[in-house]
Nanobody
Framework: VQLQASGGGLVQAGGSLRLSCAFS????????MAWYRRAPGKQRELVAR???????MYIESVKGRFTISRDNAKNTVYLQMNSLKPEDTAVYYC????????????????WGQGTQVTVSS
């Protein structure tokens, strides 16, 4: 199993980026997927997740600005990030797991390598 994250970069506040996470090595359709981030000096936090059947969840600070989606035909999950703020600066990681209990446990089996997002003020 492999997760390959991409799409990060440097953007001005108010701008947009779209992150992608390509999955290989298993059945993508059955996976729960998530995006996490780790800002400098802070703990890793869940940003958004999408279940195998498309149910989404967002943390409060990104609601209305970020959208998580999946394309099962392309084995890819996306994170569309609009109205970016300097506080969104972090390394973003995608995560995947087949367990239906992962929203409760937070124990994701598979992780991507991370992609840096930097938002300048």
């Amino acid at each position: 199993v492999q997760l390959q994250a991409s799409g990060g970069g440097l953007v001005q506040a108010g701008g947009s980026l779209r992150l992608s996470c390509a999955f290989s090595g298993g059945l993508f359709r059955g996976l729960n997927m998530a995006w996490y981030r780790r800002a400098p000096g802070k703990q890793r936090e869940l940003v958004a997740r999408i279940s195998s059947d498309g149910v989404t969840m967002y943390i409060e600070s990104v609601k209305g600005r970020f959208t998580i989606s999946r394309d099962n035909a392309k084995n890819t999950v996306y994170l569309q990030m609009n109205s970016l703020k300097p506080e969104d600066t972090a390394v973003y990681y995608c995560a995947a797991d087949y367990s239906p209990y992962v929203p409760v446990t937070g124990r994701w089996d598979y992780w991507g390598q991370g992609t840096q997002v930097t938002v300048s003020s």
